[in-house]
């Protein structure tokens, strides 16, 4: 077994739920994507690990839960994790954020910059869409 049970679904501190409050003011939105729907608050170092790193604000990043925490915070299993996520993750979004679209003339390429367009606004803009909320 990699771990032992108790210690990975070890309780909560009861201080967290206002960590968790304090960094989603701080870092509303997934670092991976950009969508502000559904944050989790993902521990970079996991709490099984080194539970003293559980209340450290420098071990936290915010992933949205519909798919980047499971693909970048787990690497798609829930039971692993991602030593490099916050690298990971800036990568990802960049990489999002300058991605090419062809242009109205049909001729060559653009970037459209969605996050940058409008803050982001996960009610207009749904990062999976393929033309970046236009």
Known sequence: MLFKRELRYAARSSKWPALRKEH?????????????????????????????RELDPSNLITLCDKWCHFVFGHLLDYRSWNKDVVRDARHYLE??????????????????????????NSADNDPDDNYGGN
């Open 95 to 120: 990489k999002r954020r300058t991605r090419p679209y062809k242009s109205k003339e049909g001729n060559d390429y653009e970037t459209f910059d969605w996050y940058s367009a409008a803050v982001y």
């Open 24 to 52: 989603l003011k701080l870092q509303p939105c997934c670092q991976a994507c950009g969508s502000d729907r559904k944050p989790e608050v993902h521990h970079i170092v996991p709490v099984h690990l080194d539970p003293s």
